[in-house]
């Protein structure tokens, strides 16, 4: 996997460069002090993936993954930084983000989360992604007093027990606990949210989180 390395700290870039080059299925194809250098370089480099800071001189990381993600979309950017605003976090993400993570990350953990963003699964902070939610179901309406058996979105219908998974879902439950909660196989459950995914047009499990937050299902 390439990886571009984008921080306007030059000794944190070197130091996250040095770290992920003993990983052997990591090569550091590059480091960027800012945004503008950021898309040149992945322009130049091709990276697979590109590990971006939030705040930046010239181009902040918010600015620099919406312009990578418009001009290069096939490469996945990561984001990595100090800053654990949410309003930081969602605007990566409507960016294009592929995840949100912190510099604190341990150096194993952060070569996984590049593994697994490569491979197309979503990283997202766990401290994070939960006062996210909390503060999404905060500011929703209350849930009705009837739960509906089906969920109407513009052409999109949930079934009962797709409603049930989601909700499930946006409340931070794993595949593993929602199947012992609802008496079903992991196998299922992970189809079934897929399904969910396929139906409502959404990029991953954050997102349908959101969604349901956003719609007053739980």
């Known amino acids: 996997?390439?990886?571009?390395?984008?921080?306007?700290?030059?000794?944190?870039?070197?130091?996250?460069?040095?770290?992920?080059?003993?990983?052997?299925?990591?090569?550091?194809?590059?480091?960027?002090?800012?945004?503008q250098e950021a898309v040149k370089l992945a322009h130049e480099h091709q990276p697979d993936i590109v590990l971006m800071d939030v705040r930046m001189p010239k181009l902040?990381?918010?600015?620099?993954?919406?312009?990578?993600h418009r001009e290069l979309p096939t490469i996945r950017i990561l984001m990595l930084t100090t800053f654990d605003d949410e309003a930081y976090v969602v605007d990566a993400l409507r960016a294009g983000a592929s995840g949100y993570l912190l510099k604190d990350i341990p150096a194993n953990?952060?070569?996984?989360?590049i593994r697994a963003v490569y491979g197309g699964t979503y990283q997202l902070n766990p401290a994070i992604a939960q006062r996210l939610i909390a503060g999404l179901k905060g500011a929703s309406a209350p849930p009705p007093a009837t739960p509906h058996p089906v969920v109407s979105a513009p052409d999109v219908d949930l079934t009962t027990r797709e409603l049930e998974i989601l909700r499930l879902l946006a409340r931070g439950a794993t595949n593993k606990e929602i199947a012992a909660q609802l008496f079903l196989t992991e196998?299922?459950?992970?189809?079934?949210?897929?399904?969910?995914?396929?139906?409502?047009?959404?990029?991953?499990?954050?997102?349908?989180?959101?969604?349901?937050?956003?719609?007053?299902l739980l």
């Open 1 to 35: 996997m390439r990886v571009l390395v984008v921080d306007d700290q030059p000794i944190i870039a070197q130091g996250i460069a040095t770290i992920l080059g003993y990983q052997p299925d990591i090569e550091v194809v590059g480091t960027a002090a800012d945004g």
């Open 60 to 68: 902040d990381g918010v600015a620099a993954t919406a312009q990578m």
């Open 109 to 113: 953990e952060l070569a996984q989360a």
């Open 187 to 216: 196998g299922t459950v992970k189809n079934h949210v897929s399904n969910i995914l396929l139906r409502l047009g959404l990029r991953d499990r954050t997102h349908a989180a959101v969604y349901a937050h956003e719609h007053g």
